[in-house]
């Protein structure tokens, strides 16, 4: 059974810096690219950062880009999104999913405010 488990989201200051993990399992997670997403409320859910199965090939939509940065682990099974400078209209529920499987984990939730 594939599933994908997100954890790290918090409630941060602007200005702050978190780090989101998503540890999958279920499938050869070292041979198949990974992606964050994120539905802020009211908003439709939107491509955040893409990585390559070997981390070189890297990804990112123009409001994140200079702040976000995606890795991973294929030892672990883990892809991460370091978070930096973060501010209040980062605020949504982040998500991660496996293209190579159309699975989505189950979101969690970032919160940017003073």
């Known amino acids: 059974q594939v599933q994908l488990v997100e954890s790290g989201g918090d409630t941060v200051q602007p200005g702050g810096s978190l780090r989101l993990d998503c540890v999958a399992s279920?499938?050869?997670?070292?041979?198949?690219?990974m992606r964050w997403y994120r539905q802020a409320p009211g908003k439709e859910r939107e491509l955040v950062a893409s990585?390559?199965?070997?981390?070189?090939?890297?990804t990112y939509s123009d409001s994140v880009k200079g702040r976000f940065t995606i890795s991973r682990d294929n030892v672990k099974s883990t892809v991460y999104l370091q978070m930096n400078s973060l501010r209040p209209e980062d605020t949504a529920v982040y998500y991660c999913?496996?293209?190579?499987?159309?699975?989505w984990g189950q979101g969690t939730l970032v919160t940017v405010s003073s």
């Open positions: 279920g499938f050869i997670f070292s041979n198949y690219a």
């Open positions: 999913y496996a293209p190579s499987e159309v699975v």
């Open positions: 990585i390559g199965s070997t981390g070189v090939v890297r």
